[in-house]
């Protein structure tokens, strides 16, 4: 389902003419230097096809000829006509002689592999005079140095001339008539249902975020060990070349540099798009990422409504029908690992949204981020990593949170499909709020541990724990509600606010019963209540307005507990995300 559905999106985009895919057979890379040489094969001089100035410039991209299958991490397989500088020249940092050697000579003998008769070819002809008996002419360039230091791409191109040799008319009928020739394995494939090549090795997945390595796989049986009922290779699962060339490229595409279609959901890579053309691949980022600095916060409300009812007869980018997936890698030893996978409609997945965020409404401090990104919500169950080699660490306002893998692929499926959201969620959120409940920041002032974020993420998880036509927690302040978990949590803000008025108001007190007793009286009243009762006759004595106030709105809170039981023991996982609701609606109360 998800290789097919890849395949579609590619075969759209290249009907569209979409630019930046790889045409079968092709690769699309960046070469930052061209040879150029004429038909004797003389060198004439280096083009540096890069932009941009010192660390930050970027070469140009060109769609280059592929002859062999999978990557080379190991082995040695030279390109047609392009490759790195240490293939072309027999130069590299770090790399044994030997291997050089073995590089430069698999790269000539490839030329001749594809073209027995190679004097009959102007351009080949050229680059192989050159290869005879001109590299050293190069070295003088003032090039050479950078060249040999950093084994960039290198191709050619002949004077007077804009397309490269590898690309040129004479080298694409030499594959064509070498792929021909080649005795072809043809079966069923998987994806398209159709006869088709078989391809041996998957061609590799660039630069998965996060793996640390430049090629990935996902479907690939490169090693003996991974080999089932006597079939090698792609044999054991049947994929045709043109199909294993359409996912990869279109993954490769979707989650390119300057991608739309591409956000980081904890450790995985979440690429989206739609069976057809639809508005909502240009927004999906929007509405789950963070405004950039300096712009307002993104109405969510606004963009969900273009597609969560559409008038009949609405425009085909707007067709709440057309079908939309979402996907989420994560890089893993040995193949890639889907996190998660969604495929519904744009009309679905924009109701499940609208109501992710309908969950997470919640009054709002004053001095509080608004903005509810996924990955702010995660990471607001997280501790900050100060430990920067940590893999799967997530980025947020300008800190790293170490977040448990499977807890952000888990939250993000629960949005996707409107499946009440994990309880590991509401744990973690739970155990960090206790965790930070004595945090302070530069000037020693308290950090408030219940902030905008965790109160709204508690709120949501429970809203969906339960049925949502029943009056569960509500966004703000609600006196009828008489949970024991929701009352103690407004009561324990109400005689916080009393220490903090008694002392002279919240900025004259560095220190609040908050820091001492949070994880306490929202795990096991019993054991704090009794003794921030008796303390708050202290305060209260303290007072010289608004005393009256505070004991009327202590004595309506204790008069909706059940006084004849006491102070409960202690309180249930859902019920301490309702003390930290209570909590936090009671504060930001005005």
Request: glycine share 8%; net charge positive; aromatic share 10%.
């Amino acid at each position: 389902m998800i290789l097919q559905a890849l395949t579609t999106y590619y075969n759209r985009m290249i009907e569209s003419g979409t630019s930046g895919l790889e045409p079968e057979g092709c690769r699309r890379v960046a070469i930052p230097f061209l040879i150029v040489i004429d038909s004797e094969g003389r060198f004439v001089g280096i083009d540096d096809t890069r932009t941009g100035e010192g660390k930050k410039k970027q070469a140009s991209y060109f769609i280059v000829p592929k002859i062999f299958e999978g990557s080379r991490t190991s082995n040695v397989k030279a390109n047609l006509l392009w490759d790195k500088a240490s293939y072309v020249f027999g130069v590299g940092p770090k790399t044994r002689q030997s291997r050089l050697t073995e590089q430069c000579k698999i790269f000539r003998n490839t030329i001749f592999e594809y073209f027995p008769a190679v004097e009959s070819v102007e351009p080949v002809n050229a680059v192989v005079k050159f290869l005879a008996n001109h590299t050293d002419d190069v070295h003088k360039h003032p090039r050479w140095e950078e060249i040999s230091t950093i084994d960039p791409n290198i191709a050619f191109r002949l004077d007077g001339q804009t397309e490269l040799i590898c690309n040129s008319k004479e080298v694409g009928e030499a594959i064509s008539m070498k792929t021909d020739s080649v005795k072809q394995d043809h079966r069923i494939c998987l994806i398209t249902g159709k006869l088709e090549q078989l391809v041996r090795l998957e061609n590799p997945i660039k630069g998965l975020r996060g793996s640390g390595k430049a090629e990935s796989h996902w479907v690939a049986f490169n090693e003996s060990a991974y080999w089932s009922y006597g079939r090698e290779r792609g044999a054991n699962a049947p994929i045709g070349k043109s199909a294993s060339v359409a996912y990869v490229n279109a993954f490769n595409y979707l989650q390119r540099k300057d991608s739309r279609q591409c956000l980081m959901v904890g450790d995985a890579t979440t690429i989206f798009w739609a069976e057809k053309k639809n508005v909502l691949e240009d927004v999906f980022a929007d509405i789950f990422g963070e405004p950039a600095k300096g712009e307002p916060e993104q109405d969510y409300k606004s963009l969900i409504a273009l597609f969560r009812s559409p008038e009949t007869g609405a425009k085909a980018e707007l067709d709440p029908s057309t079908r939309f997936f979402v996907l989420g890698l994560a890089p893993n030893a040995a193949r890639i690992a889907v996190r998660f996978w969604y495929a519904g409609t744009v009309g679905d997945i924009a109701n499940n949204i609208g109501q992710h965020f309908d969950d997470l409404e919640m009054v709002k401090g004053q001095q509080e981020w608004h903005t509810l990104s996924i990955n702010g919500l995660l990471c607001s169950t997280a501790i900050e990593s100060r430990d920067r080699s940590k893999k799967n660490l997530i980025y947020h306002h300008g800190k790293f949170f170490d977040v448990a893998p499977n807890l952000a692929g888990d939250t993000m499926k629960a949005i996707l499909t409107g499946t009440p959201y994990p309880q590991t969620l509401l744990a973690s959120v739970i155990r960090r709020i206790k965790a930070e409940q004595s945090r302070k920041d530069s000037k020693g002032k308290s950090v408030q541990n219940v902030n905008y974020t965790r109160a709204a993420l508690i709120k949501a998880v429970l809203t969906r724990f339960y049925k949502r036509n029943e009056k569960e927690v509500g966004m703000s302040l609600d006196t009828t509600n008489t949970n024991p978990g929701y009352l103690l949590g407004r009561l324990f803000a109400v005689l916080e606010k009393v220490q903090a008025e008694s002392s002279g108001g919240w900025g004259k007190i560095n220190t609040t019963i908050r820091d001492r007793f949070y994880g306490a009286a929202s795990s096991t009243p019993v054991t704090s209540f009794p003794h921030l009762m008796k303390l708050k006759n202290h305060h209260l004595a303290k007072l010289e307005k608004h005393k009256g106030y505070y004991e009327g709105l202590i004595g309506e809170i204790i008069d909706k507990l059940d006084v004849n039981k006491g102070f409960p023991t202690h309180l249930s996982l859902q019920d301490q995300g309702r003390f930290a609701i209570g909590y936090y609606h009671q504060r930001y109360t005005k």
